[in-house]
């Protein structure tokens, strides 16, 4: 019964995060916009994780200037555009969908517009195929062939 019950409290605990105490903020909703600024910004390190969950040093220099941005009173959208400006828009999780990011954005739906067209089209070409049925000498020696 207490590995069963071990078990289940096991599974409501949430993952820890790398954020310090000494770096949350005082005012709560401020703290909550950094948590969220800090949900969308790649870790440069570890590349899989958000700057919140990374233990990297270069991921609590972004979480410490992320809340100084917005203490300084910047919207999100500026404190994410200063931080794309520092490091490149490969430390966001959703690139933006403009520029040279617009390519890779329709790619894919592209891609898949073009397979369901040829698709299509071949699907059709082989509709039109006559269907003949073998004469009886290609039968003949058909069932010669499959004897053997």
């Known amino acids: 019964m207490r ?11 949430f ?7 000494d770096e949350v903020l005082p005012d709560p909703a401020l703290e909550a916009r950094a948590r969220a600024v800090s949900q969308l910004l ?9 700057i919140d969950d990374s233990n990297a040093d270069i991921s609590r220099d972004l979480r410490l200037l992320v809340r100084e941005r917005l203490v300084a009173g910047d919207s999100d959208d500026a404190v994410i555009d200063f931080v794309v400006d520092r490091y ?9 969908a403009t520029g040279s990011n617009l390519v890779l954005w329709l790619a894919g739906p592209g891609m898949l517009l073009l397979g369901g067209i ?11 195929l006559p269907t003949e049925a073998l004469s009886a000498e290609e039968e003949a020696r058909l ?6």
């Open 3 to 13: 590995l069963i019950l071990a078990l289940c409290l096991s599974l409501l605990a």
């Open 15 to 21: 993952p820890a995060l790398a954020v310090q105490p």
């Open 42 to 50: 790649r870790c440069p390190v570890c590349q899989g994780e958000n």
């Open 88 to 96: 490149g828009e490969f430390v966001l999780f959703e690139p933006r």
């Open 118 to 128: 040829a698709a299509f089209a071949f699907l059709r070409r082989r509709s039109k």
């Open 143 to 148: 069932k010669e062939i499959l004897k053997e």
